[in-house]
Nanobody, 115 residues
Framework: VQLVESGGGLVQPGGSLRLSCAAS????????MYWYRQAPGKERESVAG????????NYADSVKGRFTISRDNAKNMVYLQMSSLKVEDTAVYYC?????????WGQGTQVTVSS
């Protein structure tokens, strides 16, 4: 099983980034997918989630209206489009898959928002 995130980097405040997560080794279309993040010295927190069919979506209040989660079950991919980025969005972003008691984590990708 693998979840491989990509697309992180350094961006200025107000900028945009698109994170991608490539899944393999499990039946992706049966799993709800999530993006989490962890900033230095803080606990890991949920950013966005999307159900297996891509119908039910939820966001943390801190990113509503700025971030968009989506998935492509044909390509085993989940995305996080991030816009109007703020310094406080700086964190390592993780891809997470869950179905009942089965869960998998990616290794994370660093997003740094700084001028």
């Amino acid at each position: 099983v693998q979840l491989v995130e990509s697309g992180g980097g350094l961006v200025q405040p107000g900028g945009s980034l698109r994170l991608s997560c490539a899944a393999s080794g499990f039946t992706f279309s049966l799993y709800a997918m999530y993006w989490y993040r962890q900033a230095p010295g803080k606990e890991r927190e949920s950013v966005a989630g999307i159900d297996s069919a891509g119908v039910n979506i939820n966001y943390a209040d801190s990113v509503k209206g700025r971030f968009t989660i989506s998935r492509d079950n044909a390509k085993n991919m989940v995305y996080l489009q991030m816009s109007s980025l703020k310094v406080e969005d700086t964190a390592v972003y993780y891809c997470y898959a869950r179905k009942w008691r089965d869960e998998y984590w990616g290794q994370g990708t660093q997003v740094t928002v700084s001028s």
